[in-house]
């Protein structure tokens, strides 16, 4: 099984990836971590240091690493499936799984979590729900390429057509 779950910031990828790759009995790697870790800073200093387009290179690079995998589950970041061809390759390497919580589940999920993230970090709670409702519009087109959807509230039984596809 090859998974990678994507989906906006606090969807709960993260959280799935660790769950699922436990159930999989296999690796659930987080590719900001990875990023990080090849790049030696956090990804709140390449977007102020090095700029939003060095981060996305790099994570493009760090996501082309899963093409030599067998099995695995990866959490993305929220914006990895639109750039560089991160949704087609992804596509062509495994199973995508949007993650498609409603927004203000979001916000009441990433307002306790805002100085964490460097895209969120400077709006107030109101401009926070206004910004994920553009970045959602502006990422569909790309999300809705992914191999399932799933919408509201996620559960393991949830993810059980994709793990079982023959039950």
């Avoid at 989906?7 to 590719?31: E, I, N, R």
């Avoid at 800073?41 to 995998?69: C, P, S, Y």
């Avoid at 390497?93 to 969120?120: A, C, F, N």
Wanted: proline share 4%; with cysteine; net charge neutral.
């Amino acid at each position: 099984m090859k998974l990678f779950l994507i989906g906006m910031m606090g969807s709960g990828k993260s959280h799935w990836t660790k769950k699922l790759s436990k159930k999989l009995k296999c690796g659930g790697y987080d590719l900001d971590s990875l990023v990080e870790t090849m790049e030696e800073k956090t990804i709140g200093e390449m977007f102020e240091q090095d700029g939003e387009d060095h981060f996305r290179k790099a994570e493009a690079k760090v996501l082309r690493w899963f093409g030599e995998k067998k099995t695995f589950v990866v959490a993305t970041g929220g914006g990895t499936p639109c750039f560089y061809s991160n949704m087609d390759w992804m596509n062509k390497h495994g199973i995508t799984v949007w993650l498609d919580e409603p927004v203000e589940v979001l916000v009441q999920r990433l307002m306790p979590e805002k100085d964490h993230r460097p895209l969120i970090k400077k709006l107030s709670d109101d401009e926070l729900h206004d910004f994920l409702i553009a970045k959602r519009t502006e990422r569909m087109p790309f999300y809705s390429q992914a191999t399932y959807q799933l919408s509201g509230t996620i559960t393991d039984k949830s993810f059980s057509q994709i793990l079982n596809p023959n039950e």
